[in-house]
């Protein structure tokens, strides 16, 4: 399988070499470095439309810009991918990781705002951007590298599977995950096929009635994406009800995978249900503007959907393992570490503990970076952050700047909450109606909205 690999030259060569050394033998590692009658950004672009795969690693140096293009041979590599439909990997290096030599700032080859825009760019959320990882070193790199790989669906020359088996590939003709949730469907299926198809209440449900021959994994996942949304959300309201509404929090092991697999499908529907009206949204609305949606659970779907995360639930709960409330944060007089828009590490530490602050609870970047990273590893998807979009946070100013805060300093995603007074276009009404009638029985509330416990 060709796998692109693209950066600026002088400044990241050891990690180029990590790179190509740790993917050595299972990957045609594709370089531009060929003769070629073309001119040099337009072989680099034309080579990255002959691969599967696209990894870029960018550091604090913008790379050449051609006479007649507006942006660096980087940059337009990387738009090259996304064009394609490449399966986009980016890696950041973090600023303190730098040397001061290896920046434009230092060798005053681009002005230093390039570079900073193009880093922003990709830790900006937009739902067409994929999720950047942070490194600090060529070893950090390698490992990374091999992780995102071994989770891309289908690639079995990237390693063994979540389970330690050897991943089932996709049919040649099923197209592979378009989104988040559709990666964590697929993940799913993979790693606990085993024991979905030894459950009739799986193999036999109404949900799965769309496929005609025994199910698989495909044939799952392919029903999932292109399967009616209304039956698919009906037959999953269904599937719960004759259970009665605890059934999966009481459920037994295989009972729970049965039942987190429908959730799971349920979930790509919904997004599917969400997807046309958000991209008309996403045209006209920045990522900072609150969710349209008034009601919990549905403006959590929206937000997956708009802003492109996941979303893992644990049996019953409404509120999703990865995404956490955030008491609003406001400046006090007299407490320490008090930052004011800008959360302190301590603050948003104990938001992702759902606890209330210990402001004495002072962590490093680097060691609060690798808690964010270590907690994402076991939940298989980004951690988000929600917040009401009222008090200092009414203002799209302060949410932009918390929002690019979180994502830039800890890869962390966010998204804001439409305040009670909220207008509900009608359009939505009737997607909201839809989810409630299909989750409610499904997911229960279990705690009172965007409160930390202890406050």
Sequence with gaps: MRLYLSSTLSDLEEERRAVKEVLSGQYTVVESYEADPRPLWQSCVADVATCAIYIGIVGLRYGFVPPGQGRSITELEFDAALAAGLSCFVFVREVDAIPASRTDLYTNENDPALIKAFRARLSSGASAIPRAALFSSADDLKVKVLRALQRQPGQGAAGPGVDGSSPQAPQSDAAPPATELQKLLWNY?????????????????????????????????????????????????????????????????????????????????????????????????????????????????????????????????????????????????????????????????????????????????????????????????????????????????????????????FGVRSFFRQPPNGALPDWLKTIESDLRETFEPILQPQSPPDRAPGT
């Excluded at 209440?201 to 799965?208: G, K, P, Q, V, Y």
């Excluded at 590893?377 to 200092?392: F, I, K, Y």
């Design 189 to 409: 299926l993979q790693q606990n096929w085993p024991t979905l198809r030894t459950q009739q209440s799986f193999t036999r449900a109404r949900l799965l009635a769309g496929i005609a021959a025994s199910p698989s994994p495909e044939a799952v996942f392919d029903l999932a994406r292109t399967a009616p949304v209304e039956r698919l959300l009906v037959a999953t309201r269904r599937f719960f009800l004759d259970r009665g509404l605890r059934a999966w929090a009481n459920s037994s092991p295989a009972d729970g995978i049965v039942c987190s697999a429908i959730v799971r499908i349920a979930l790509v529907a919904a997004e599917r249900h969400f997807e046309a009206p958000c991209k008309a949204e996403a045209q006209a609305r920045s990522d900072h503007d609150p969710m349209l949606s008034r009601d919990r659970l549905v403006a959590t779907i929206e937000a997956a959907t708009r802003l492109g995360f996941g979303l893992c639930f644990s049996p019953g709960r409404d509120e999703p393992d990865n995404v956490f409330p955030l008491v609003h944060p406001v400046p006090e007089p007299g407490v320490r570490d008090e930052e004011g828009l800008a959360l302190s590490r301590s603050e948003l530490w104990a938001t992702i503990q759902r606890r209330s602050v210990d402001v004495d609870r002072k962590l490093s970047p680097g060691y609060l970076r690798e808690l964010i990273r270590e907690l994402e590893e076991d939940l298989g998807t980004a951690l988000v952050v929600s917040s009401n979009a009222t008090g200092r946070l009414a203002s799209g100013e302060r949410r932009a700047e918390l929002q690019a805060y979180l994502r830039g300093d």
